[in-house]
């Protein structure tokens, strides 16, 4: 055979061999998810399915008379980052999972609901928001599921009815801290806990307002574990409200510089079997229209009430605390501060019981 003969064979070889070689790897590769990343303009709704990622870039959008992006039961999705704009009558339903969250830098328009997780759905990488969430009823909507990240806010959560709501048996777990500069806001209600279980506690440097009704409230069947801890501002017709049955575990701490307000009364429990435990130690503000702390039938806190030096517990119009019939704070009064109303520093209503006493330190005052 000659040369050139011999050199013609030895390339179809191997061009033949690396066809193989080629078609082999290919055939190995693992099928990649069908992930989107949005640099423009997307019309149409998003699709997270197991093991894909979602990237609204800055400058990129989403805008649909619909669902921005959903995660369907069954599939595990990874991560959902908006850094650009989604504009929805609901931004994203989750019904499935996402382990790696939910991140928003960006800004979320609705129209009828903002981040809804349902259906069994849970966001176990939580839910961290520094961008802008508004114009639904509800920006965060946790209902029969499940949100074992939690939530960790320093931008604008706003809804026109409820900032964030749990209800119909859900958890979530890792708590809400809401940052120095955050803000969870509801024309009504701030924060909603009904028939729903919150572990981890409310940790807030910034400000929760419930601008018509309360900023946050522990309802019917509701359990907030972990309690409160405030060095921002807790304010709205009510600042804390634990009614119907509501339970709060790990009490009310108002740190230096924290100001919990309602135009009504500042803190109040009431209702049968309603309970807050860990008890309320102040060093800051605590001022109600009316009354700064109030328990109303048959509702208690054990772990007394701590007042500590120049902090102030208020009431503009009656008492700086009250304690309505059958109610019970177990654990006493300890005041440093001042805790003042306009007729009386401390109410004991008939029928009521405050064990432990009431002690009032060198440098306290009590008045009305």
Request: glycine content about 20%; charged content about 5%; overall charge neutral.
């Amino acid at each position: 055979m000659s040369k050139s003969r011999l050199a013609q064979t030895y390339r179809l070889s191997l061009t033949a061999t690396t066809a193989l070689i080629a078609a082999t790897m290919i055939s190995a590769a693992p099928a990649q998810a069908a992930s989107f990343d949005i640099t423009g303009s997307a019309s149409s709704t998003q699709t997270l399915n197991t093991g894909e990622t979602g990237l609204i870039e800055s400058g990129g959008s989403i805008v649909i008379a619909g669902t921005g992006v959903v995660v369907n039961s069954g599939q595990t999705a990874l991560t959902l980052t908006n850094s650009g704009t989604i504009s929805a009558l609901t931004a994203v339903s989750v019904s499935g999972d996402l382990s790696g969250g939910i991140t928003n830098n960006g800004l979320i328009i609705d129209s009828s609901g903002g981040i809804n997780v349902q259906g069994g759905g849970d966001v176990s990488g939580g839910i961290t928001n520094a961008g802008t969430m508004q114009g639904a009823p509800t920006q965060i909507l946790v209902q029969s599921a499940s949100l074992s990240g939690g939530i960790d806010n320093s931008g604008t959560i706003k809804g026109s009815t409820t900032g964030i709501y749990l209800q119909s048996g859900s958890t979530l777990s890792n708590g809400i801290t809401n940052q120095t500069g955050g803000l969870i806001s509801g024309n009504s209600v701030g924060i909603n806990i009904s028939s729903s279980t919150l572990n981890g506690g409310i940790h807030n440097s910034g400000t929760i307002i419930g601008s018509t009704n309360t900023a946050i409230i522990v309802g019917t069947g509701g359990t907030l574990a972990g309690g409160v801890t405030n060095s921002g501002t807790i304010k709205g017709q009510y600042g804390i409200y634990v009614y119907a049955g509501g339970k709060v575990t790990g009490g009310i701490t108002n740190q230096a510089g924290g100001f919990i307000s309602g135009s009504a009364s500042a803190t109040s429990l009431a209702g049968s079997a309603t309970s807050l435990s860990g008890g309320v130690t102040n060093s800051g503000t605590i001022h109600g229209g009316s009354k700064g702390i109030v328990l109303y039938g048959s509702s208690s806190i054990t772990g007394g009430i701590t007042n500590n030096s120049s902090a102030i517990i208020s009431g503009s119009t009656t008492a700086g605390i009250s304690l309505r019939t059958s109610s019970t704070v177990a654990g006493g009064i300890d005041n440093s501060g001042t805790i003042k109303g306009s007729t009386t520093g401390i109410y004991l209503q008939s029928g009521s019981t405050l064990s432990n006493g009431i002690t009032n330190q060198t440098g306290g005052l009590i008045s009305g």
